[in-house]
């Protein structure tokens, strides 16, 4: 049995993530119990809820109670399914104060059900620290992390990328063995185009997911600017897919208004991108080296190639699973190939066929075992 603990994320949030889980532990015929709020749980596809046993706990927006909650529930639900075998739990999202009352708490346990903790964007606390409440969340992490490295116990931390797990070890300068990292293989459904995409006059360059200043989404504006006549011209279209974090872009980028919506509901996300023939990415090392981007992947699952300022991350994805489009030094040369593609769109064509060996070369239906062997039970 797998116990899924989702305790604060909003509907839709971390989904792909998610159902590549599910996806995983259903395939070996696990039964699968999920706790959540009842909006996340109706946010998961259908294809999966019908086949997992929902609990619905209560959700809060206050920080201090959410660090309580995690440890509160995990430590009921441990209790609860204690004489269970084969009982696993996954945590999917929690807190680095929770984290450290559960990595006590694990010390003293003598029926070990495994809990793994899966780490998410607060591992960009330790380098990146904008407030005061990130510089102590990351000293937190920093503590915990090392507690770790020298006491192994059933809580496990979990890391969904191999590139960021050597970053982290990195940072901290020390090595540690008691957790697990894996490039997560994902689950991609059958949204992906296998044919040849149609193709427009009108060349359209997107955005995927949350437009942050962490991410230089406003370098976006840069390609406007480059481009105002063939944009109002129609021969190139620029589009913000995603929720939009206080980014001010030109007046002729397609922004959409999710009204009080906190991420863009999951049809309109996938048809915006299988309407767009390249999707774009502006991250750099220092702003976003420890967190696990799934942009890549979307690219995958779309069939979309993707331009994107090179970074290490790029460099080891494009390395290890598949060079899916092309990475630049500077915003100069991504708009001189941007040029190019306006002349001959037809250019695109090269990239369909390394995004079909990325998928083979990441889906977990391919790659079941390499994933099932990360969280066998010893």
């Not at 990195?170 to 040849?196: K, T, V, W």
Request: net charge positive; with cysteine; aromatic share 14%.
């Amino acid at each position: 049995m797998t116990i899924f603990i989702e305790p604060f994320r909003k509907p839709n949030e971390h989904m792909t993530f998610l159902v590549s889980l599910l996806y995983g532990e259903l395939a070996q015929n696990k039964k699968v119990v999920f706790f959540s709020s009842i909006d996340y749980y109706n946010s998961i596809p259908e294809e999966f809820r019908n086949k997992i046993e929902f609990k619905e706990i209560s959700t809060s927006n206050s920080s201090l109670h959410i660090i309580f909650k995690i440890v509160k529930l995990t430590i009921s639900i441990l209790n609860t399914y204690k004489n269970e075998s084969g009982v696993k739990v996954f945590l999917l999202s929690s807190r680095s104060y929770s984290n450290i009352f559960l990595k006590i708490h694990s010390l003293f346990l003598i029926k070990r059900v495994p809990v793994f903790a899966f780490l998410h964007g607060e591992l960009q606390n330790l380098s990146s620290k904008p407030s005061l409440s990130h510089k102590l969340d990351g000293i937190a992490q920093m503590m915990l992390y090392k507690f770790d490295s020298v006491f192994k116990t059933n809580l496990k931390f979990v890391i969904i990328s191999d590139f960021v797990y050597k970053k982290l070890c990195a940072r901290l300068n020390s090595e540690l063995p008691h957790f697990i990292s894996m490039d997560l293989p994902y689950y991609y459904g059958q949204e992906s185009c296998q044919g040849s995409p149609e193709m427009y006059s009108t060349l359209t360059i997107s955005t995927v997911g949350v437009n942050s200043l962490n991410k230089n989404s406003h370098y976006l504006n840069f390609i406007a600017d480059t481009f105002s006549k063939e944009i109002i011209n129609e021969q190139l279209k620029l589009c913000i897919i995603g929720r939009n974090e206080n980014i001010k872009f030109n007046k002729l980028i397609d922004v959409p208004d999710l009204g009080a919506h906190h991420l863009m509901d999951p049809e309109a996300y996938s048809n915006r991108i299988l309407q767009s023939d390249l999707l774009v990415f502006f991250n750099e090392d220092d702003k976003y080296n420890l967190i696990s981007s799934g942009s890549y992947f979307d690219c995958i699952k779309f069939r979309k190639p993707m331009i994107a300022l090179k970074n290490t991350q790029w460099e080891y994805n494009f390395q290890k699973f598949g060079a899916i489009g092309k990475l630049f030094d500077s915003m100069d040369e991504m708009n001189e190939f941007i040029k190019g593609i306006l002349d001959n769109k037809k250019l695109i064509v090269s990239y369909y066929e390394k995004l079909d060996q990325a998928r083979n070369n990441t889906d977990i239906v391919f790659n079941l075992q390499k994933y099932s062997e990360k969280f066998q039970l010893k």
